[in-house]
């Protein structure tokens, strides 16, 4: 068995879909250990990649330049208006074409698209290419953006014209995948595919990080540590638990004395959460970290995780996170919207509360919090969702169509 993953993300700097692009390769390489895996990189940032620990027999890295001459964004703005056509979505989907499109095409029983962000370039990348019908296309979020729950993108002419085009490439595809039951659903309604999309959760793999202790860690001095590493944005509310601990503080003792929340906000509100909490000192707010500080933290220094899903009303996405923090075995508490593609994967309603409810929220952090200080014990709030077993069984199903 021949395959050929080509990634755009594969950095260990902290982003979600570095961390499960890397893990992809190794959970890919445990299910077909004697097949021929191949990689090629088209890299839109620079970052730590450490490619040594990935498990594949060879890597092709290509930089791709996302800045346009100036030439292309005046033909944008002329092409946007008179044809509803992005110039410069162009010029950047031939970019990441080029080196597509020396690819032997051949030489694999498979191929696996994956993206990063929100603008599917790699995928886009293979309108009228040969490759295509030989393609697995995985597509992390939802496509065009407007169809984000929480995006404030509109439904333009540009955009339909983006849809239309991702709208070919789907149903020319050998294949296509998503994360989530939510997001399959919905990706199968919008593009009408021929192929129902299938479901590939998530994974991560310990083995191709190097989760060395990290000096500059967040070291807590209380019994009981929570933590939330990550943004606020698409909906999500921070604000909603922060509020709730607080009055927890204010009402239990025993929470007051023995208990902390660390928050690390990769968002431009830091400023306001540092300001808003200054004087609180059961709360601390700090700057980003990378993701082998994050880890590290999270491993040996948090008891209680906490996963914010995008919101208000609807996540039809797979938070990055979700099988990182399953690995740790510790528990969690989910805030998110009514329809949630977590809600159908926790196997306890106590990990998981609704955002539109202060109550709930309040109620399960205090049990959470109670529980723990009496027990450490490990916990499976994912059962075997995100198992090598799962893994494999999903991906065979797959492959087999």
């Excluded at 074409?97 to 603008?119: A, L, M």
């Excluded at 339909?160 to 989530?180: A, E, N, T, W």
Aim: charged share 25%; with cysteine.
């Amino acid at each position: 068995m021949n395959f050929l993953v080509i990634a755009q993300d594969l950095r260990v700097s902290g982003t979600s879909e570095g961390v499960v692009s890397r893990s992809f390769l190794a959970k890919l390489r445990m299910a077909y250990p004697s097949a021929i895996i191949d990689v090629l990189y088209l890299k839109i940032h620079t970052g730590e990649d450490e490619l040594n620990l990935l498990p594949v027999d060879s890597i092709n890295s290509h930089v791709i330049n996302l800045k346009a001459p100036f030439f292309i964004k005046w033909l944008n703005r002329i092409s946007t208006r008179l044809f509803n056509v992005s110039s410069y979505d162009n010029y950047i989907h031939k970019l990441f074409s080029k080196p597509i499109t020396k690819v032997d095409c051949k030489e694999y029983n498979h191929v696996f698209v994956r993206s990063s962000g929100v603008n599917h370039e790699t995928i886009l990348a293979l309108k009228g290419l040969p490759i295509l019908e030989k393609a697995i296309l995985n597509f992390h979020d939802p496509y065009p953006f407007f169809w984000y729950p929480g995006s404030n993108r509109k439904l333009t002419r540009v955009e339909i014209s983006r849809l239309k085009k991702i709208k070919s490439i789907v149903q020319l595809s050998k294949s296509c995948i998503s994360p989530s039951k939510l997001l399959s659903n919905d990706l199968d309604l919008l593009y009408e595919s021929k192929n129902k999309f299938h479901v590939l959760p998530h994974q991560y793999d310990t083995s191709v990080f190097n989760l060395k202790e990290k000096k500059e860690k967040h070291k807590s001095n209380k019994r009981l540590s929570i933590s939330y590493h990550g943004s606020v944005q698409f909906g999500r509310n921070l604000d909603v638990l922060l509020d709730s601990y607080n009055e927890l503080v204010n009402e239990v003792t025993e929470i007051k004395a023995h208990t902390d929340v660390s928050i690390r906000l990769k968002t431009n509100e830091f400023e306001r959460f540092k300001k808003k909490y200054l004087n609180h000192e059961n709360i601390h707010i700090l700057e980003k970290a990378d993701f082998l500080t994050s880890s590290y933290e999270q491993m040996f220094e948090s008891d209680i995780i906490l996963i914010l899903e995008n919101g208000p009303e609807i996540s039809n996405i797979l938070v990055g996170k979700a099988p990182f923090v399953d690995a740790l075995k510790k528990p969690v508490l989910i805030l998110a919207p009514e329809v949630s593609e977590l809600r159908s994967i926790v196997k306890d309603e106590k990990y998981i509360a609704t955002y539109s409810n202060k109550t709930e929220i309040k109620e399960k952090l205090k049990n959470l919090i109670l529980d723990r200080l009496n027990s450490n014990e490990e916990v499976s709030v994912f059962g075997n969702y995100f198992s090598d077993d799962n893994f494999k069984n999903q991906l065979e199903r797959i492959l087999e169509n």
